[in-house]
């Protein structure tokens, strides 16, 4: 029974879910931006300034340590008490997180507590964000039409660009308008205290759509699980396997693209911060229209043909990003960012339904959760801090583009084989329910 009187709209949710991720993101994003521009000097200030990017670059990656812990207890809850309840707890938590780093005091005023707080906050946004994904994209896709689960599971998908664009033009936005030693000092800190703002508004409207139907038939025939989390491990372990490998080549570029090539050109090649920012900006707004288009294809294709397209379009880019952005030409620098931006929306948009329909709904909270998380660890969570280290090795982009190129082709392979996989259970897929109709 997909519907009731009381049921929010799918679009309703849909919008929800794309606001609520939007503002988790842009405070994830945030950080990734402050790392590869100040955090190293403001919090690591003994180290040399190679040193000092590394270490602030491991303070991000230490966020993605905790996200497994975000989505196995949030993914517990979430099969156990309800979606909803748990994306205004993740949201919250975010919020709380993202203020305190924007009113912490630096090392020189409180030494060594000053990066220890720094990774505390980066550990409880790591927590928040661990535990969103799968609610957000679950309530999106099971308040859904079955034809066109691709499509709304592609709302909350979209704020994951939509969120880098909220943080680039935050931080444009404030280095345009005051000094470098101003941005240094106190500027820096204006994208993390908005954030207040944007995450009441974001609780507000979570609190206002319904629980997902699904979740709720599941209560109504009693078929939860005790211990969703255990159940996934047994039942589904090549689903969860398959279904992480997926992530690890489109977030190893993702966050390549997002966070370390911003300090890659501007201290290794030179080039001014504020026309990365804009190049990277104007790439975000590619990959937001791409994740929709690519999702309404896949609902009327099937989800694989688009993501293994995709897929190999994204292990060309990632072996010219870096060659193309070393020419230090803007035009050319631009091109790569805008193909990396296309070829990754075709593989994030359709990836939310794809994941829902490995699991039954009495274990899907944990099930997208878990493979999320454990996809985001071993693809972006440490992608900057190896960058910078395989730079600071060898002295050139080589050994990226090799890692990139790696990555890439492991999360090209998970999509052609879990693409052949289906769990007895799970929801039916919007082109069998399509056949179904038309028999």
Known sequence: MRTTAATTSPRRVAMASLIGTTIEWYDYFIYGLAAAMVFGPLFFPEFSSAAGTLAAFATFSVG????????????????????????VISLMMMGIATVGIGLLPTYSAIGVWAPILLVTFRLIQGVGV????????????????????SFYGSFPQMGVPAGLILANLAFLGITA???????????????FLLSAALVVVGIVIRFSITESPDFEKMKRDKTEEKMPVITV??????EVALAAGTLIGINAVSYIFMTYLLSYSTSVLDLPRTQILIFVLVASVAWLVVIPAASVVADRRGNRPVMLLGSVGMVIA???LFPLVDT???????????????????????????YADLFPAEIRYSGVSLAYQIGAILGGGFAPTIATGLYASFGSSVPITMYLGLTTIVGLTCVYLIGRRRTPGAAAPASAEKATLSA
Do not use: Q
């Open 130 to 149: 661990g535990g969103e994904w799968g609610g957000a994209v679950l309530m999106a896709v099971e308040h859904a039409p079955a034809r066109k689960r």
């Open 318 to 320: 990632s072996l010219a």
């Open 233 to 238: 491990l047994k039942r589904n372990p090549k």
């Open 177 to 191: 308008g005051i000094s470098e030693e101003a941005f240094l000092a106190w500027g820096w800190r204006i994208p």
């Open 64 to 87: 993605f340590l905790s996200r497994p812990l975000g989505g196995i207890v949030m993914g517990h809850f979430g099969d156990k008490v309800g979606r909803k309840s748990m994306l």
């Open 328 to 354: 230090a030409i803007p035009a050319l620098i631009l091109i790569a960012l805008f193909c990396v931006a296309v070829v990754k929306g075709m593989v994030h948009g359709p990836l939310a339904a794809l």
